[in-house]
């Protein structure tokens, strides 16, 4: 059974970084795709970034420039590390995976983690 793990979320001012890791456990073969995802209270999920399996990253626009997607040599941690944190980039932010799909759309990823929170003060 693959499981995926987030750990590093905290409380932070504005300007101040995190480093959010996503441990993967279980059956890792082919996933393609990973991914961070964020909900923000009352807002919908959306995708922050993703990282292919050739190491193709791809961001949303309002994080282009502060944050950074990455993985181990392993493929079996995955990264993000926030930097030049807002208010708004408060949120529970999820790890996902996918077999086959590589995008912004959450109903096609294949295996998610429990979340962990960020909460930036201004």
């Known amino acids: 059974q693959t499981q995926l793990v987030e750990s590093g979320g905290g409380s932070v001012q504005a300007g101040g970084s995190l480093r959010l890791s996503c441990t993967t456990s279980?059956?890792?073969?082919?996933?393609?795709?990973r991914a961070w995802f964020r909900q923000a209270p009352g807002k919908e999920r959306e995708g922050v970034a993703t990282?292919?399996?050739?190491?193709?990253?791809s961001y949303a626009d309002s994080v282009k420039g502060r944050f950074t997607i990455s993985r181990d040599k392993s493929g079996t941690t995955l990264y993000l590390q926030m930097n030049s944190l807002k208010p708004e980039d408060t949120a529970m932010y999820y790890c996902?995976?996918?077999?086959?799909?590589?995008?912004?759309?959450?109903?096609?990823?294949?295996?998610w983690g429990q979340g962990t929170q960020v909460t930036v003060s201004s």
């Open positions: 996902a995976a996918a077999h086959k799909y590589c995008g912004d759309v959450d109903g096609k990823y294949n295996y």
């Open positions: 279980g059956y890792t073969y082919s996933m393609y795709c």
């Open positions: 990282i292919d399996g050739d190491g193709v990253t």
